[in-house]
């Protein structure tokens, strides 16, 4: 039965929401239906479809009460949206349904793990959430909440860890049918920690170990954890919060990759590199799923929790998920390609080969804000200093992307990308491939720029609140490069 919540929050949304013209949304990248989305949530194939679900305010383009929004596609890049899921009307989780997963029942049934939030006063008169775990289970549309006590809470916890802090269960389901799930914790000691849970039937769950813990290096809390086996390493996924800024990592909330390898009988995670997961502005939140082709697929917000008062000029959303992009490791790293869905969004291939650039140059049939756009650049000589495209540009707008040859370094600059606010608009990365030629893919819409350096080697993301009549692109070497620029438009 749909609560009073769940049926105002599914009248709303369909009246406001279908309301929105797609011209107002990214053209492949999903938004919420109407309102405020956060992190991505159950991102799972079930029924023949990819589902998305996401945090979900839809009153207002800022964070509320947590409800699930929904959406599906056959293709990760057009979805079609469902009603919302869930909204907070039962006990546990009547100030929010936070972050959580999906897994499919032996019965065919989706369950819905994720962290309830209930607010209550403590002993000093001040108030807190008390977060726990809740299950709904439904038919891919539809989902009710079985229970009224939540499925994990603080009884599960290990000595010393929190009930303020506890969340965000990623469930999968193990070869032999049962159930695990890995959730984020906050222990004395341990700090932010990867908690690993087990049960036989998504329903009665056991503490099973601590996977890894950031104990003063990796941020004070954990969020969004995932965890899974990769070309034969495995991968523990985090959002480090607070994290200090040093190496590649700059303060606040970033996302983690701590790789290594797992022994599955022991439960013993060994962690062998730790990796940033992207080195960009707006990265959060991730979750992936295994493709029934076998493909590690990974979604994330495409948004830092830093640059939320910032928003699109007038749009009736806020927040956005990146296009998925399909995971790998090599050489100890992981390696990040957008799907190769994408590739069969194809339209027309303009290609400028070898292009000797001095100067700020123009290329004929190059352009756009919808598009994917591979440029291949290789100094001549130590006289360049740097190279700049400029993307998504006019008189008064554009986002750039310069690398310095000397120094190896990319620096991504949205300043002028029309943000109101000096929120963070410039980020660098040092360039890890140590070859004379820098190749970078980008993936522009409407109001982001996605960028894989050298195959999915790093990655840069930022939102962009552009005017969409900003289109130009353009290349300045200072000092001269040869240049390949090879453009396709997309056919969505
Ligand atoms: N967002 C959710 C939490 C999660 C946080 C609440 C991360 O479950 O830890 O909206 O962005």
């Not at 947590?66 to 057009?78: F, P, R």
């Not at 969020?223 to 200090?244: A, N, R, T």
């Not at 022994?263 to 013993?268: C, Y």
């Not at 552009?466 to 090879?486: K, L, N, Q, Y």
Request: charge should be negative; proline fraction near 5%; hydrophobic fraction near 35%.
């Amino acid at each position: 039965m749909d609560s009073t919540t769940l049926q105002k929050a599914r009248a709303y949304e369909a009246q406001h929401g279908a309301a929105i013209p797609a011209a107002e949304r990214p053209a492949y990248h999903l938004t919420p239906y109407i309102g405020w989305m956060n992190d991505p949530n159950g991102f799972s194939f079930y029924q023949g479809k990819y589902h998305l679900f996401y945090q979900y305010y839809p009153y207002g383009t800022f964070w509320g009460p947590m409800h699930w929004g929904h959406a599906v596609s056959t293709d990760l890049l057009h979805w079609d949206y469902l009603p919302a899921a869930l909204a907070p009307d039962s006990p546990s989780d009547k100030d929010g349904c936070f972050s959580g997963s999906a897994a499919e029942l032996p019965d065919g049934r989706q369950l819905l793990l994720y962290t309830s939030v209930r607010r209550e006063e403590q002993p000093d008169g001040k108030t807190r959430d008390v977060q726990t775990q809740s299950v709904a289970v439904g038919d891919g549309i539809h989902y009710e909440k079985p229970f009224q006590t939540p499925v994990l809470d603080e009884r599960h916890l290990p000595d010393g860890f929190s009930r303020f802090d506890f969340r965000d269960p990623k469930i999968w389901q193990e070869p032999d049918g049962s159930y695990s799930a890995v959730l984020v914790g906050q222990g004395k000691t341990e700090g932010g920690a990867a908690l690993l849970f087990h049960s036989a039937d998504g329903f009665r769950w056991e503490y099973v170990t601590i996977l890894d813990a950031s104990r003063g290096e990796y941020g004070v809390m954990w969020e969004c954890p995932d965890f899974f086996e990769l070309d034969g390493k495995q991968v523990l996924m985090v959002g480090p919060m607070e994290m200090q800024a040093r190496d590649e990592f700059h303060n606040g909330h970033c996302v983690i990759a701590l790789i290594g390898s797992y022994d599955p009988v022991n439960h013993r995670f060994v962690r062998e590199n730790v990796q940033l997961m992207d080195e960009g502005i707006d990265f959060y939140a991730t979750q992936t799923m295994q493709a029934p082709d076998g493909r590690r697929i990974m979604t994330a917000w495409m948004q830092a929790w830093a640059g939320i008062s910032d928003q699109p000029h007038g749009a009736k959303w806020f927040g956005q998920t990146i296009c998925p992009r399909e995971l790998h490791i090599r050489d100890g790293r992981l390696i990040q390609t957008p799907v190769r869905e994408l590739d069969a969004a194809h339209g027309a291939r303009v290609l400028h080969e070898n292009v000797l650039m001095e100067g700020e140059t123009a290329l004929e049939g190059i352009g756009g804000r919808v598009a994917d756009l591979r440029v291949t650049i290789t100094p001549e000589g130590k006289e360049c200093r740097a190279f700049t495209i400029k993307l998504a540009a006019d008189g008064a707008h554009s986002t750039t992307l310069t690398y310095e040859p000397r120094t190896r370094r990319l620096i991504l600059d949205r300043s002028q990308a029309g943000f109101h606010q000096d929120i963070v608009h410039l980020r660098s990365c040092t360039v890890h491939s140590q070859s004379d030629t820098l190749s970078l893919r980008i993936l522009l819409d409407r109001n982001s720029i996605e960028v894989f350096l050298n195959g999915g080697e790093q990655t840069m993301t930022a939102c962009i609140y552009t005017p969409p009549e900003a289109e130009r692109i353009t290349f300045a070497a200072d000092g001269a490069a040869r240049v390949t620029v090879e453009q396709y438009a997309l056919h969505l």
